[in-house]
């Protein structure tokens, strides 16, 4: 089965060169992860986050786009990630942010939300084939 469709627009956040270029990755068997649980993963130089949400694996970008921080290190409940850092949730189902710098106190969270936009994750199509997980990068 696949996590959506394997078409460009499962690419979101790529430019047109990064797509032409794309390959699918074996990462690992299909029980790899627990229900819930996610993991960092470097493929190709680039830093993944795979998690396993509704029995189905999704993969985005691992690094928060606002300072950097590595998701991994952060909580995933249902399908939101929240960053250790400054607490933004990502959905990783869709990559879309659904909260930025959330855990900043007030005037100091509403600075930061003027000084940096948020920003939506990465996304990479994913399958399970043959009893092993793919990632497309």
Known sequence: ??????????????????????????VGLEHMLDEGAMQRLDLEGVSVLLAR????????????PHARSHLSTGRLAGPIVTCAAHGSQFDVTT????AWVAD????????????AKSRDLITYPTRVLDGQVWVLV
């Open 104 to 115: 900043l106190p007030g005037i100091v969270r509403r600075a930061a939300q003027a000084l």
């Open 1 to 26: 089965y696949e996590a959506g469709d394997v078409g460009r627009d499962c690419f979101r956040g790529r430019g047109e060169m990064e797509v032409e270029m794309a390959h699918w990755q074996a």
């Open 95 to 98: 990559g879309a942010c659904v």
């Open 53 to 64: 949400v509704g029995g189905v694996y999704y993969a985005t970008q691992e690094l928060c």
